[in-house]
């Protein structure tokens, strides 16, 4: 990489792993992907079905895929499958020399669980272990929702030597769920002999959609207190979530996983376009810096905080009194932190649902378009 002093150069320098919250055929063939990796230090990929979804639905890239798959009679849900671990392995390749440099650490492209399986244990693992064998690289990451159910498919998936991206986290005490799944999972990979310096586990801290929801409560209320607390409750939360993640690695049970060689579950900062036009649009950046962290941002945030991002070093630690503060504050004023996070899981669920049959209909018009030309 040429670039060493741009606000992406030096949120690297402090220990933040910059990965791009999108992937689609276009980027991997047109070079746009590499282009990324040069020039915006980008070092990982992860997706979801939104992305999947927006992708599809663009332009020709699929089209000679999905006529090869229309011609062999294959169903939605399996062409949905092929398409989308295609690109993952493609994107999985354009990072390898990132994950051998890095040990394993980056160079890692993520692919989600069908939401549907949410709240299914069995499927979940079962799907977790398809998909894996299906992309067959070693830098791919299974996402697994953060849910009750999800937290069981995260221990047995790791336990098999999986890495596993988990998704959807709002809460501080689930967070602390999912540190204790991750252990329990490495406990038994080591009990079953299986290597631990090879299994890789980040997990993904939900933050705008904190805001969204509580600044929508904070208006409602609309006295000046309530009003001087917008924008500052996912921000809050999300340093907080760092302080468990120091917690849980620094107790006797992590650390004596770690000297028999385990990787720490790192804290992955999701959703961090800024979604009120109020607030600095690198507010979710700039604002969580900590060693040992990804940010996984949207192309339009990246941009932004290469042009003119404001990178202070680590702006997390320092700050748990304040942050903790914040949360009081905004309970004070009678919003429930239980309820909102709890309401963020369900909709996050539902909207990837949504996103995820959107890419079934989507896929399921241009089997039926290609299958229309092949007959005619």
């Given at each position: 990489m040429t670039d060493?002093?741009?606000?992406?150069?030096?949120?690297?320098?402090?220990?933040?792993?910059?990965?791009?919250?999108?992937?689609?055929?276009?980027?991997i063939v047109s070079g746009g992907l590499q282009k990324l990796i040069d020039d915006r230090h980008v070092v990982g990929v992860t997706t979801n079905p939104t992305i999947f979804a927006n992708a599809l639905a663009k332009g020709e890239d699929y089209d000679a895929q999905v006529a090869n798959l229309a011609a062999a009679g294959t169903s939605v849900s399996d062409a949905v499958v092929d398409i989308t671990t295609h690109d993952v392995a493609r994107g999985c390749d354009i990072f390898r020399p990132l994950y051998d440099s890095s040990a394993g650490r980056d160079g890692r492209v993520s692919?989600?669980?069908?939401?549907?399986?949410?709240?299914?244990?069995?499927?979940?693992?079962?799907?977790?272990?398809?998909?894996?064998?299906?992309?067959?690289?070693?830098?791919?990451?299974?996402?697994?929702?953060?849910?009750?159910?999800?937290?069981?498919?995260?221990?047995?998936?790791?336990?098999l030597g999986i890495s596993v991206n988990v998704t959807l986290i709002f809460s501080l005490e689930r967070h602390r769920e999912v540190i204790n799944a991750y252990l329990a999972g490495l406990e038994k990979a080591k009990s079953a002999g299986i290597d631990l310096t090879g299994?890789?586990?980040?997990?993904?801290?939900?933050?705008?959609?904190?805001?969204?929801?509580?600044?929508?409560?904070?208006?409602?209320?609309?006295?000046?207190?309530a009003l001087a607390l917008k924008g500052k409750a996912g921000i809050a939360n999300a340093r907080l979530a760092y302080q468990v993640f120091e917690q849980a690695f620094a107790s006797e049970r992590a650390t004596?996983?770690?000297?028999?060689?385990?990787?720490?579950?790192?804290?992955l900062w999701a959703s961090t376009g800024v979604k009120d036009p109020a607030l600095k649009d690198t507010l979710y950046i700039e604002e969580l810096v900590a060693d040992d962290t990804v940010n996984t941002m949207p192309e339009k945030t990246m941009e932004a905080t290469f042009d003119h991002?404001?990178?202070?070093?680590?702006t997390v630690t320092g700050n748990y009194a304040d942050a903790n503060?914040?949360?009081?504050?905004?309970?004070?004023?009678?919003?429930?932190?239980?309820?909102?996070?709890?309401?963020?899981?369900?909709?996050?669920?539902?909207?990837?649902?949504?996103?995820?049959?959107?890419?079934?209909?989507?896929?399921?018009?241009?089997?039926?378009?290609?299958?229309?030309?092949?007959?005619s």
């Open positions: 060493n002093t741009s606000p992406l150069a030096e949120l690297t320098k402090a220990g933040v792993s910059v990965w791009l919250d999108d992937l689609s055929r276009d980027r692919i989600e669980v069908e939401p549907a399986l949410a709240h299914d244990t069995a499927g979940t693992i079962a799907q977790g272990r398809m998909l894996w064998d299906t992309v067959d690289r070693p830098n791919v990451m299974i996402k697994v929702p953060a849910t009750i159910e999800g937290l069981e498919a995260i221990t047995e998936l790791t336990a299994i890789r586990s980040v997990a993904s801290f939900f933050v705008s959609r904190v805001d969204t929801e509580v600044d929508k409560r904070l208006k409602a209320i609309g006295t000046p207190e004596g996983l770690l000297a028999a060689g385990a990787n720490a579950q790192r804290p991002g404001e990178i202070r070093g680590d503060a914040v949360l009081d504050a905004i309970a004070a004023q009678g919003i429930s932190y239980d309820e909102v996070t709890a309401l963020l899981e369900k909709e996050g669920i539902e909207k990837f649902t949504v996103s995820w049959n959107e890419l079934l209909d989507t896929v399921s018009a241009a089997l039926e378009t290609a299958r229309g030309k092949s007959g």
